[in-house]
């Protein structure tokens, strides 16, 4: 059973950083698409991040580029969201998913969650 659990939430003030972390285990990841998802409370699910486990193509939401990084590490089955210029519209619940195809932007298309992190950044 395919399981991932998100850390690294907390408090930050606008410009500050934070780095998520999402560990997978339970499966094969090597063919799959990992990807960060963030909610508000009465919005949809909204896609921030993705990442290809085999050959690590990157994919953004144009309200993060340059600001998030996604990454991960093969040999601990552990992508990453590094978020730096953090601005109070980043504030979410942010969710870690993983999908057995290629990248997608929809959350639906999206099989397994880790449970949430929250991420408040203060103005």
């Known amino acids: 059973q395919v399981q991932l659990v998100e850390s690294g939430g907390g408090l930050v003030q606008a410009g500050g950083s934070l780095r998520l972390s999402c560990a997978a285990s339970?499966?094969?990841?090597?063919?799959?698409?990992m990807g960060w998802f963030r909610q508000t409370p009465g919005k949809e699910r909204e896609f921030v991040a993705g990442i290809r486990w085999s050959g690590g193509s990157t994919y953004y939401a144009d309200s993060v580029k340059g600001r998030f990084t996604i990454s991960r590490d093969n040999a601990e089955n552990t992508v990453y969201l590094r978020m730096n210029s953090l601005k109070p519209e980043d504030t979410a619940v942010y969710y870690c998913?993983?999908?057995?195809?290629?990248?997608?932007?929809?959350?639906?298309?999206?099989?397994?969650w880790g449970q949430g992190t929250q991420v408040t950044v203060s103005s």
């Open positions: 339970g499966g094969t990841f090597s063919t799959w698409t």
């Open positions: 998913a993983a999908r057995p195809y290629g990248p997608d932007g929809r959350w639906y298309e999206y099989t397994y």
